[in-house]
């Protein structure tokens, strides 16, 4: 029975930290300014999918594999990686 509080207070422990540290990651630097809208990579289409479903028009979705290209062997370009 100790064993399992023990446990437990870690687990809830370390899933805070994830959550803080996820709240402190989005900076200003993420945020279009002008549309004050959070931007989004998704490397394949269903995430892409997903994200533009579940955010609707609060978020700025962009789609880094082209279409028909696999995620297996795709080399992302120099622009889109500084673009991330």
């Known amino acids: 029975m100790k064993n399992k509080k ?3 207070t870690i687990v809830t ?7 803080i540290g996820l709240f402190f990651t989005v900076s200003n630097q993420d945020l279009d ?3 004050n809208k959070l931007k989004v ?3 394949i289409f ?3 999918d997903i994200v533009s479903n579940v955010a609707g028009d609060s978020v ?8 028909g290209a696999s995620p297996h062997f795709y ?8 673009g991330l």
Do not use: H, M
């Open 6 to 8: 023990i446990i437990y």
């Open 13 to 19: 422990t370390v899933l805070a930290g994830v959550l």
């Open 33 to 35: 300014v002008e549309n």
């Open 41 to 43: 990579a998704a490397t």
């Open 46 to 48: 269903p995430l892409y």
């Open 60 to 67: 700025d979705v962009e789609l880094l594999l082209p279409s």
């Open 75 to 82: 080399e992302f370009t120099p622009r889109q990686l500084a």
